[in-house]
Each structure stands twice: as structure tokens, then as C-alpha cells.
């Protein structure tokens, strides 16, 4: 369960980042958004391989 609270925590991180660029049109924001997102995936494909791994080991 600690994978998934690492999940929740960076996309809550974000939430600031998203209005800041959604609604001020602060483009700086959305710089910190795109990074955000491509640390998600990253964190998002170390899960699925960990997942796949532990599967594969009949854990």
C-alpha cells in the first residue's frame, strides 16, 4: 500500500500546479504539471514492474 500513497501524494502535490496553469495561465506551472506527469509515469512503470515481478514469483 505504500506504492499507492506515493501515487496520491504526487498527484496531490500537483493539484496547486494544475489550478495555477489551468485557471491563472501561469506557464510556469505547467512546467512543474509536465514534470509532475513524467514522474508519475516513471513511478506508474516501477509499479507495474514490480507488480509483474511479484506475479511472476507466485507471491
Known sequence: ???FDDVKDLILSLEGDFDKFYN??????GTRVRKGMQDLKTLAQDIRSEVQNKKNAGE
Open 1 to 3: 500500500m505504500a506504492r
Open 24 to 29: 491563472k495561465g501561469n506557464q510556469a506551472a
